[in-house]
């Protein structure tokens, strides 16, 4: 079992960029594939990022061409380059596995216009 702990959240304004990290526990890291949601207030969580085991991306339109998911296997770490921020990308972000499994405490993204 994977233990992910995001973090990197922030305030920031309009236009600005934020890199969130999440830490990953497990010796089967570089096995699995991770995927980056977000959750904004009182709506559903939606999947914003995905990597594979071979470095493989994808990405929902919203954030395609602002957003960046990298991994770094020797770190167990998967990183999230925001940019172009807008008021609307304002949520709990939270990585996970794909499929997604236990979820962690996310880390708060706030946008100011």
């Known amino acids: 079992q994977v233990k992910l702990v995001e973090s990197g959240g922030g305030l920031v304004q309009a236009g600005g960029s934020l890199r969130l990290s999440c830490a990953a526990s497990?010796?089967?890291?570089?096995?699995?594939?991770f995927g980056w949601y977000r959750q904004p207030t009182g709506k559903q969580r939606e999947f914003i990022a995905g990597?594979?085991?071979?470095?493989?991306?994808t990405y929902p339109d919203s954030v395609k061409g602002r957003f960046t998911i990298s991994r770094d296997n020797a770190k167990n770490t998967v990183y999230l380059e925001m940019n172009s921020l807008k008021p609307e990308d304002t949520a709990v972000y939270f990585c996970n596995i794909i499929p997604p499994g236990s979820w962690g405490q996310g880390t708060q993204v706030t946008v100011s216009s």
């Open positions: 497990g010796s089967t890291f570089r096995n699995n594939a």
């Open positions: 990597i594979y085991y071979n470095s493989l991306t």
